[in-house]
DNA sequence: AGGTTAAGCGCG
DNA sequence: AAAGCGCGCTTAACCT
């Protein structure tokens, strides 16, 4: 992947004349000057001298600073909204402005990952030295640093991604009527959960249902109690409940895979993706709860995860078999889970989209349609 | 000096 | 008692 080394340079310069601003700050209301990345300083001026309240322990038992607590924190102390800055600042310049550019290797001018095909537990692929599966995407000035990932000259880059790969999954899985209906409508699906959770019609569904829902939809796949829903929404763990009873009422196959997820594992030891590849899960019949519910939750995750993981490698293989039987002018340069990233010689940017596009929609036949969202633009950026 | 762990946080 | 799945990287703190 080619690097716009010098607006990662200058993008560093910048980060580093507003981290000295929030540390100089942070040091006027500490009243002394202190190492704002050591936990140890951190935590006696907090908690200590400061006196703010403990709102959260760390495994260990030491008072968390973390990114969830200093929030809370926020809304009542000036230090806490400084260190916030400063921690995501920190974590963008360290990882990725200074770094990057070291890791551009010589030869060719660019930086090449490392891919690791039996790594994880669930069959994506990981990505090392550098991970190119983690640059910024949320904020405003990590997206800066996405800006200098850039196509060659004449060329441009292609993102290409599954829209909602995991949830699509869990409706083929689930084989549940509502979500079959709503992916095979083309609905927008979070506005639908939305709309069935709060029993109000699609057009009457506010930004901020459908910011619950979203919330509803992706904490299901990873098992979310209500608990976590509660503190995820900042709604109480019984309005957290109803949402999620109202969720299995509306949607019972989904309250159904669940539970055969959890069977299957105990009773075989393994889950499986839709293709049949078999995740083994450890501690499914552990005495200890904790141990036992975790691997629950990885129960139900990983047959999602894991057909993610099959059909996006299914792609690749399908992409690569056209681009070489076609001598196509496109490279097929990263994968991020559910994202493949091409560079294509400008002139064949549109044949080479709609044909990227139906290949990779055609990966996998399931009981709703694939979703593929495609961009173009010179840099990663503006290729979204 | 060099390795490991804990805490934290970037992404899907 | 814990409470949301899967990764890799950085710094501080601690260890050999």
Same mark, same amino acid.
């Given at each position: ?11 560093s ?5 507003r ?15 202190f ?6 300083? @951190? ?5 200590? &001298? /400061?006196?703010?309240?403990v709102l959260? !322990?760390? *495994? $260990? ?6 990114e969830?607590?200093l929030?809370?924190?926020a809304?009542?102390?000036e230090l806490p909204?400084?260190? @916030?800055e400063?921690r995501s600042?920190? &974590? /963008?310049?360290?990882t990725y402005?200074? !770094?990057? *550019? $070291? ?8 930086v ?5 095909q ?10 090392s030295d ?17 800006q200098?990932f850039i ?11 599954y829209?909602?790969?995991?949830l699509?999954i869990?409706?083929?899985?689930s ?15 979070h506005r639908?959960?939305?709309?069935e959770v709060?029993g ?6 506010t930004?901020?249902?459908r ?26 763990r019984t309005t ?9 009422a509306?949607?019972?196959?989904v309250?159904a895979?669940?539970?055969?997820a ?6 075989q030891?393994y889950?499986?993706t839709v293709?049949?590849?078999r ?6 019949k552990?005495?200890n709860?904790?141990?036992?519910q975790?691997?629950?939750r990885?129960?139900?995750?990983a ?9 996006i ?6 992409v ?5 039987a076609?001598k196509?002018?496109?490279t ?8 493949l990233?091409?560079?294509v010689?400008a ?6 989209r ?10 996998a ?6 979703e593929?969202?495609?961009?173009v633009?010179?840099n ?5």
């Amino acid at each position: 992947m080619l690097l716009d080394v010098q607006r990662l340079e200058k993008q560093s310069r910048a980060f580093a004349v507003r981290l000295k601003e929030l540390e100089e700050q942070a040091w006027t209301l500490a009243g002394e000057e202190f190492n704002l990345g050591s936990p140890k300083q @951190l935590q006696a001026i907090l908690f200590g &001298k /400061l006196g703010l309240p403990v709102l959260a !322990k760390t *495994p $260990k038992g030491q008072p968390s600073t973390a990114e969830s607590v200093l929030q809370e924190l926020a809304a009542d102390y000036e230090l806490p909204r400084i260190l @916030l800055e400063h921690r995501s600042l920190a &974590k /963008l310049k360290s990882t990725y402005t200074d !770094k990057l *550019p $070291k890791q551009v290797n010589p030869r060719t001018g660019r930086v090449h990952t490392s891919y690791h095909q039996a790594v994880t537990a669930t069959g994506r692929l990981s990505s090392s030295d550098p991970n190119l599966q983690n640059i910024p995407v949320r904020t405003e000035e990590g997206r800066r640093i996405r800006q200098a990932f850039i196509a060659p000259p004449g060329h441009r880059l292609m993102a290409a991604d599954y829209s909602q790969i995991e949830l699509r999954i869990m409706a083929h899985l689930s084989g549940d009527e509502g979500l079959l209906a709503a992916f095979g409508a083309g609905e927008d699906i979070h506005r639908a959960t939305a709309a069935e959770v709060f029993g109000v019609p699609p057009v009457e569904v506010t930004s901020d249902m459908r910011r619950s829902a979203k919330a509803i939809n992706f904490g299901l796949i990873y098992g979310m109690t209500a608990f976590g829903l509660a503190r995820q929404l900042d709604v109480d763990r019984t309005t957290a409940q109803q949402y999620i009873d109202r969720y299995f009422a509306r949607y019972p196959g989904v309250k159904a895979f669940m539970a055969r997820a959890r069977e299957q594992a105990r009773e075989q030891g393994y889950v499986e993706t839709v293709f049949g590849r078999r995740l083994y899960i450890q501690d499914i019949k552990s005495a200890n709860a904790a141990r036992r519910q975790y691997a629950e939750r990885t129960a139900i995750n990983a047959p999602m995860q894991g057909t993610a993981a099959d059909i996006i490698k299914r792609a690749m293989i399908e992409v690569d078999a056209w681009i070489q039987a076609e001598k196509q002018p496109v490279t097929m340069i990263m994968q991020v889970h559910d994202e493949l990233v091409f560079e294509v010689a400008a002139e064949a940017v549109d044949s080479v989209r709609a044909r990227i596009g139906a290949i990779m929609t055609a990966a996998a036949e399931l009981r709703v349609p694939l979703e593929v969202d495609i961009g173009v633009g010179d840099n990663w950026d503006e290729a979204h």
